[in-house]
């Protein structure tokens, strides 16, 4: 089976740069996915990574590093906007979607 | 706007009773998956179909079932309504062979 751990709550200041850890057990997954979720509304998507290493997106950027069992979700020059729930999700071999228990970031003025 | 729809928005019901949730997925997306978010909880991934066929199973309850019809779109029944089956249940589809996934605006369900 799968299972992934976040922190529960992060905190930063408008402008700076916070990173989202994502650990995970798992037995086999095929990438490492991260969604945004704001407050009453729906996960939309931010990042994937199939391969070790760094994607980047914008102000967003995502790691992974398989032999590590470790992900994580680089937010920079956080806006207001960006508080929000943050997801990582996995897709085992055998197609069943995990997705992580939520880290709520705060972005204080 | 994802492209994902459902219906209804809200539904409120009493203990004991069953109800169906509709999804239509984006135009030309074959998969479709159901999850199920209680308050302040993360996603819990109920049931994956593809082009009509499930393709893969989660925590989804024996009172729960879905099916996938020729059109696409899906519908999550839930029957033997219990107070904590209040949640969120939202649909998501994606591109074959791609993991990202498009997710509804989501059912918002109360038992009462």
């Known amino acids: 089976g799968q299972s992934l751990e976040q922190p529960s709550e992060v905190t930063a200041v408008e402008g700076a740069i916070v990173q989202i850890n994502c650990t995970y057990q798992?037995?086999?997954?095929?990438?490492l996915s991260w969604y945004q979720q704001h407050d009453g509304g729906a996960p939309t998507f931010l990042s994937y990574n199939a391969l070790d290493g760094l994607e980047e997106t914008g102000r967003f950027s995502s790691f992974l590093s398989r032999s590590d069992s470790y992900g994580y979700l680089l937010l920079q020059e956080l806006q207001m906007k960006d508080s929000a729930s943050y997801f990582c999700?996995?897709?085992?071999?055998?197609?069943?979607?995990?997705f992580g228990p939520g880290t709520r970031l705060s972005v204080l003025p | 706007d994802s492209g994902v729809t459902q219906t209804p928005k809200h539904l409120i019901t009493a203990t004991g009773q069953r109800v169906t949730l509709r999804c239509s997925p984006r135009s030309g997306d074959l998969s479709v998956y159901w999850y199920q978010q209680s308050l302040d909880q993360g996603l819990q991934f109920l049931i994956q179909?593809?082009?009509?066929?499930?393709?893969a199973k989660g925590n989804i309850l024996e009172r729960f079932s879905a099916q996938q019809f020729p059109d696409l779109h899906s519908e999550l029944n839930l029957s033997s309504l219990e107070l904590g089956d209040s949640a969120l249940y939202f649909c998501?589809?994606?591109?074959?062979?791609?993991?990202?996934?498009?997710f509804g605006p989501g059912t918002r369900l109360t038992v009462l």
């Open positions: 798992t037995s086999g997954f095929y990438g």
């Open positions: 999700a996995v897709r085992g071999y055998g197609q069943n979607f995990v």
């Open positions: 179909y593809y082009n009509g066929e499930e393709r």
């Open positions: 998501a589809s994606s591109t074959t062979g791609v993991d990202t996934q498009y």
